[in-house]
């Protein structure tokens, strides 16, 4: 184990998979003589050369659908779109090819591509520059999309994407880079399509992804400190495939669940999340499920309005407190139902 | 032989912002080359019988549309028989196609069995596509066909993105890309051509200006109609070319295939004509009167034919034998197809990914996310399987 952080996880995983793997290279947009937005290649283009770290015009489309054209025939391009925001741009090569080229063309072509990506608000970048829209990816089957929260699903789920045949939308968030955490020194990688119980609980489900999922283990663990609660933290970290067996399990021990998201609620990640909860563990539930998610207007400037309309650490803990005074209420009339039916079920 | 409207579309036109790599793509357009030189006489031949090939299995397709054998979208290549022969004749195979919707006859000329294509367009389990892709999605990885392409400007990307493959291993082979005149307006279109140019990839784009984005022409949709033109702002190299002459297109295509493959992209415009509407049932009521009838005395095959009969290069009976023998090829493709089985919907979930995954969706419409719980034992007899507070069963 070795402390590093989110953004150095990163760094490192590109250089090792780098040296490991002659046929994965870089390319995005300032990642190799400006080291990148947010530094992730730092050293990288002096390492490796122009060859392998391919600084590109601005042309998200042009850019992504020619690692996507490199990728069928074999290669394994890692694209850096600066942030989510921009990878709009691409939604065609995206969604149209990357996530169609396997399928369309009955398995004959693969298409090994990573696609590394920030989303994330609260750096008073606006409304074009504050969006998480890795829905638009995650709603398309053929794409693969995950979201580590720490240091350590960073470096796994990173090893994980570049080995991976299909293409991997790898989501990561501006307010994660600079968070520390332990991280393994083997290279073993995470498999993509599996959710974490980061913190075993019994008295509500707490969900999340990215950021969120890091909220949510610190709220859980101030709640736990400050009122004896016991929460448990799902982290998804797969957004397609989504994990709903270790969720639905997870709500069908603790009867309660809060879903936590940066994104929009309406049609939100969030929103399959309680779908899946609804269709898996109904009978279990003592509550209704609460999301936490973005106010849903364009992101302003303004430090106090941004602030309001991003999710907080109290916002999760209100909605916590709300749901488990609901459960509280419920259980009161129907005793026999939380305790009775997990046991007859599997 | 290039009529009068596609000489207007094609007559070089003077213009002072022309840059000096144009003029100099210009002088270089000279006299026929030697690339087929060897069996001159039977390379016309050939390049005759595979334009009435192409032809006829279009002529086909579009009565199995007609007939309901073939679903969807189905686009043709009726008038531009010569530009598809000419264009795949001067292709290495182990050079690389990336095309997009109208694309049955560069399948064919890329040497897939026409079998597989017209099964491929009734669906079927023996389509190049193992009938996933349809009419617009062709696929052949052992012919180097690396799709049709659907999205109008999609492929341009992709093959851009092939083309630095081939580069970052210091391979010689050379990806070529066609496109529509339509297609030159799309904004994939401009960041593939700059980044080809940029990166100094093995590449030719070759638009097929058949004159008409669905019903919009060319002068309706650019502003610079003298698309080989659009050339000059990426200081790559470019010509045009009749595309009714097939050996016009493949001396051209020969020039920018062999210029790629020094590692200059290369953009070739063919100038043809659709003969037909846009698909199969469109009937182009926005074509002029005079539009369709010179269109009735305008025939790339017959032209071609024409001119190979003047020179002695084919008679009466050879064309007849060519008729004979690819009526031949068209109807056992039309018989396999209409043989080859339907795929097993239990296929459905097979190429959704390469890598399997955990948790991967394999639910059909119909079913639950999660089996219903069963019914508590107490309850069988009940209307609902939950119990109701308060309420003694």
Known sequence: MTIMTYRQALHDTLRAEMLRDDSVFLMGEEIGVFEGSYKITAGLLK?????????????????????????????????????????????????????KIYGMFGGQARVPLVIRTPGGGGQQLGATHSQNIE????FVPGMKVVAPSTPADAKALLLAAIRDD???????????????????DDDTPAEIGRAAITRPGQDLTLIGYSRMAHVAAEVAASLAESDGLDIEVVDLRSLRPLDRETIISSVRKTHAAVVLEDDWLTYGIGAEVAASISDGAFDYLDAPVRRVAMAEVPMPYAKPLETAALPSRDDVIAAIRQTLAAVGHRAVGRAPLATSAPASQP | MASQARQRRSAPHASPAENAAL???????????????????????????DMVLVRRFEERAARAYTEALIGGYCH???????????????????????????????AIMRGIDPKRVMAELYGRVDGVSKGWGGSMHMFDVTHRLLGGYGIVGGQLPLATGAALAIDYRGGDEVVMCTLGDGTTAIGAFHESLNIAALWHLPIVFVIINNGLGMGTTVAKSSAEPDLYKRGAAYRMESAR?????????????????????????????????????????DPAKYRSAEEVERLKHEDPIQMFGAKLMADEVLDADAIAAIEEEVAGVVNAAADFAANSPHPEVSTLFDYTYATPVPNDSRRLPGEPLFPPLPLPADAAGASAGVPVPGVTA
């Open chain 1, 166 to 184: 299909d293409p991997v939308l790898f989501l990561e968030n501006l307010a994660l880079y600079n968070t520390k955490g332990d991280v393994p």
């Open chain 1, 135 to 138: 829905l638009f990816y995650a």
């Open chain 1, 47 to 99: 390492e490796f050369g122009e060859k392998r770290v391919r600084d590109t015009p601005i042309a998200e489309e042009g850019f992504a659908g020619a690692a996507i054209g490199a990728a069928m025939l074999g290669l394994r391009p890692v694209v850096e779109m600066m942030t989510i925001n921009f990878s709009m741009l691409a939604l065609d090569q995206i969604i149209n090819h990357a996530a």
């Open chain 2, 241 to 281: 070319v009749d595309g009714f002459d097939p050996v016009a297109v493949h001396e051209a295509a020969a020039k920018a295939i062999e210029t790629a493959r020094a590692g200059k992209p290369y953009l070739l415009e063919v100038v043809t004509e659709r003969l037909r509407g846009h698909s199969v049932v």
């Open chain 2, 76 to 106: 043709l290549n009726l008038g531009e028989e010569a530009a598809v022969v000419g264009l795949m004749a001067a292709l290495r195979p182990t050079d690389y196609l990336y095309t997009n919707y109208r694309e049955h006859g560069y």
């Open chain 2, 23 to 49: 003029e100099s793509t210009d002088a270089q357009r000279g006299p026929a080359s030697d690339a087929v030189a060897g069996d001159r006489q039977g390379q016309l031949r050939q390049f005759y019988r």
